[in-house]
């Protein structure tokens, strides 16, 4: 295992983030205050209640979850794009490196960055409502576990993706629906019956239900099959990395 | 010497049916420097991308100082730096954080000494903590060779490191070429700049259309196949090569004003001799004598175009 190499590219993927730190940081404050704003306090005022937990602190993990997931898709498909756009890619091709190491490097900067931007989001709606967290460890476990999959995909999107365009294509097109579709501003029992039963398909659905449990002790599916679904939709990212450098597929010629 | 690198029968065929490689022998000795001629589309670049990893070969073996480039690929890309031909660096990172990037991937810990003894090889060590976007064309290629450098590779295979430098910057270039050759590493360069290989390679090979069409020491390349020609300027114009000198096989220059002269620089008898007396008898008055060596360049022309090496 060359760990030499996975660090050197975990801290140059980082000094890209702390490049642009400012940005980091503010953009998420900003845009969770705002959601507080019109979800928490225009909305919230007249859902007063969801499943006996006050609005403005049962969305908390849905607007965690909503950026961390694009935060991590973002990030990771971007750091392994940019190489691939200005050329640098055929370096980590011909230095002694293997499909692992590069992905332990690139994929643990881009969970990184968004297990920070998460931290963020939490210390920031902690301001605005009263929140109490049942399992602090459950919590960071689905946390981190999220990060590290979604970066996982964003991985896949950014070695698939033949330009900027279908860079941006997967997250706008598919993950935002399904995250917004997911259960991150409502309950699922809010929902009529087709339609609970339809949304049970949303895998993001499993991923904010065991989330919020963390938080509340609430939750649309068991916590079981919280985990299962993200240790599988992890263990299918892994396959797909694996099936992509053992072929080659849009890496190498 | 040993050979450092081995090529045996290496063969590529991309996706679309294109045979870049078509069976590829060669070896490379340590300490060697070796320039790979060959036009655009020949199969240079894809040889060496092919060495380094960043192509996967169709057939064929790759051996690097022993080790089976496929099977025991880390232990083979550790010996190689790589110099591609185009300029493909990070635009916002620093220089330092490049090269110590670099560094890292090939397994190295961090040793700055050794990174800035590289830098300063390489007249950039006052460009250390600049941004590669602030660089000129030309640093930035030394940017690519310092990258290639950090982890002191035993073999440096250089993509047509001197593609759009101006005249001062190659020479330059190749003193560097000169210095790390002097440090014991093994050259291996592609370029299209015929004067380049001449100037400073060992050995040249001639790639075109995939194939290898032969590996030679220079300077006995240059002799076996060099002819020179002698011109014989004459005082008065004639219009047609006296019969007199008619076994001679000359050429008579467009104008009248010359005899041109090939001979063989090997051959026990040049004939040049015998020659200048038949035209002193034959009456012509000499004006003045030159000789001309054929270059690499005219060489390299007559093994693409098909005449037999």
């Known amino acids: 295992m060359n760990w030499v190499a996975v660090i050197s590219i975990y801290r140059f993927e980082m000094a890209r983030f702390f490049r642009t730190l400012a940005q980091s940081f503010f953009s998420p404050v900003l845009s969770t205050s ?30 965690i979850m909503l950026s961390v997931i694009t935060q991590a898709i973002s990030n990771a498909s971007f750091g392994i794009y940019f190489p691939k ?5 055929s370096e980590l091709l011909s230095a002694p490196v293997n499909f692992l190491e590069i992905v332990m490097g690139y994929v643990g900067a881009a969970a990184t960055k968004a297990l920070f931007i998460g931290v963020v989001i939490l210390v920031t709606a902690s301001l605005f409502v009263d929140l109490t967290i049942a399992h602090p460890f459950a919590m960071l476990l689905f946390l981190v576990l999220t990060c590290l999959s979604f970066s996982l995909l964003g991985f896949i999107i950014g070695i698939w993706a033949g330009n900027f365009e279908q860079l941006q294509l997967v997250p706008l ?28 398909f949303n895998p993001v659905v499993y991923l904010i239900s065991g989330f919020r449990w963390a938080f509340f002790e609430n939750a649309d599916v068991p916590v079981g099959l919280s985990l299962l679904a ?24 | 010497m040993a050979a450092i690198l081995s090529v045996k029968d290496l063969k590529k065929t991309y996706a679309g049916g294109f045979e870049a490689l078509k069976g590829v022998t060669l070896d490379i000795e340590e300490g060697e420097i070796l320039a790979l001629l060959g036009p655009n589309g020949a199969g240079k670049t894809t040889l060496i991308s092919t060495v380094c990893g960043i192509v996967s070969p169709s057939a064929g073996s790759i051996t690097v100082g022993g080790h089976d480039a496929q099977v025991d690929y880390r232990a083979a890309r550790s010996l190689i730096g790589l110099v591609p031909q185009e300029i493909h660096l990070e635009p916002f990172e620093t220089v330092w954080n490049t090269i110590r990037f670099s560094r890292g991937l090939f397994g190295l810990r961090r040793d ?12 950039l060590l006052d460009k250390k903590n600049s941004r590669i976007m602030e660089l000129s064309g030309g640093m930035k ?46 050259i291996i360069l592609t370029t299209h700049y015929i004067e380049e290989a001449e100037a400073i390679a060992d050995r040249v090979g001639v790639i075109t259309g995939g194939e ?22 004459l005082s008065t114009a004639v219009d047609a090569v006296p019969a007199a000198l008619s076994h001679y096989s000359l050429q008579l220059a467009k104008d009248g004003n010359a005899l041109v002269y090939s001979y063989d620089t090997r051959a026990d008898r040049t004939g040049i001799t015998a020659l200048l007396n038949d035209v002193a008898e034959a009456g012509l008055v000499l004006a003045d004598v030159q000789t001309r060596q054929s270059s690499l360049e005219d060489i390299f022309v007559g093994l693409v175009k098909g005449d037999q090496p």
Do not use: N
Request: contains cysteine; proline residues 4%; hydrophobic residues 50%.
């Open chain 1, 34 to 63: 705002l959601y507080f704003v019109v979800f928490g306090a225009a909305i919230g005022s007249r859902i007063q209640e969801v499943d006996g937990i006050a609005y403005g602190a049962f969305i908390v993990p849905g607007l």
């Open chain 1, 173 to 200: 097109l598919v993950v935002t629906p399904l995250v917004f579709l997911g259960g991150s501003f409502y309950s699922i029992s809010m929902l009529p019956p087709i339609w609970q039963t339809i949304t049970l």
């Open chain 2, 141 to 186: 290629r030394r940017v690519l060779i310092a990258k290639a450098l950090s982890h002191s590779p035993r073999i440096l295979f250089l993509d047509e490191p001197t593609a759009g430098v101006d005249v001062e910057l190659r020479k330059d270039m190749w003193e560097v070429v000169a210095q790390m050759k002097a440090d014991g590493v093994t």
């Open chain 2, 112 to 123: 700055d000494a050794y990174l800035e003894d590289v830098l300063r090889k390489l007249s």
């Open chain 2, 212 to 233: 290898l069409l032969l590996v030679e020491d220079k300077d006995s390349l240059m002799a076996r196949m060099g002819q020179k020609q002698l011109e014989v300027q």
């Open chain 1, 85 to 89: 756009f200005i050329g640098t890619f």
């Open chain 1, 230 to 253: 993200i240790g599988g939709f992890t263990a299918f990212c892994l396959g797909v990395i694996w099936w992509i450098f053992k072929t080659g597929w849009r890496i190498r010629a």
